[in-house]
């Protein structure tokens, strides 16, 4: 089990902490508003009113016990790289840090920032692209030059087998896994719309309507998916 530090309680913070807290984690969130700490403290491992640009805040609270921290107080450019240096003082392995900009992330990379994320940057540009193109349900960035892609089968797909399409050979990528509707009848004659989850399909298995096929491959043949 992993334990996590989250230091700032803003919408992401608070987000961040919450979920890692669903998925079993031990939680530690550090934040110098009583109310944000207080909401969150029935949800967490433990929960602590402090400012944690004071390193001696940090050690009474134990992070120096924990492995991964993150830093979520990327609209304090200040306070993010003071902490981020107590943390990486306090011999922490991995410092995950929230930046605004460019300038921020190379401020806190040079005082031992380990990743960068910029929520409000990558939530602005996953809308855009899904605005520009509809037929695109998830688009995670893996590498530099390697991406997931779940999309819409396109219609040239439907009815052929893996085998017959060879994506990997025409378009350069991998079909992972294939998400395909399902439609039950209840007990009460209600009809429910489920999802049933192809993991790693053979090369016998064909492609229907309604299909969402998870491609990995570079961002220039995942967009040669896209413009079918």
Known sequence: MKDIVVIGLGAFGFTVAKELSSKKMNVLVIDKDEEKVENISDSVMQAIIGDATDIEVLKNAGVQNFETAIV???DDIPSSIIITLNLKE???KQVI???MNDMQA???RRVGADKIVFPER?????LAESIANPSIFEH???SPDYGLMEVKAPRRFLEKTLSELDVRKEYGVNVIAIKRPNVEISEEGKTIMKENVI???SGNEKIKEGDIIVVVGRYEDLD???RL
């Open 122 to 126: 990558d939530s602005a540009l996953k």
């Open 97 to 99: 840090a929230k930046a």
């Open 199 to 201: 993991i790693a399909p």
């Open 140 to 142: 995670i960035e893996l």
């Open 106 to 108: 190379r401020a806190l």
């Open 90 to 92: 306090l011999g922490l």
């Open 224 to 226: 040669k998916i896209n």
């Open 72 to 74: 979520s107080v990327g």
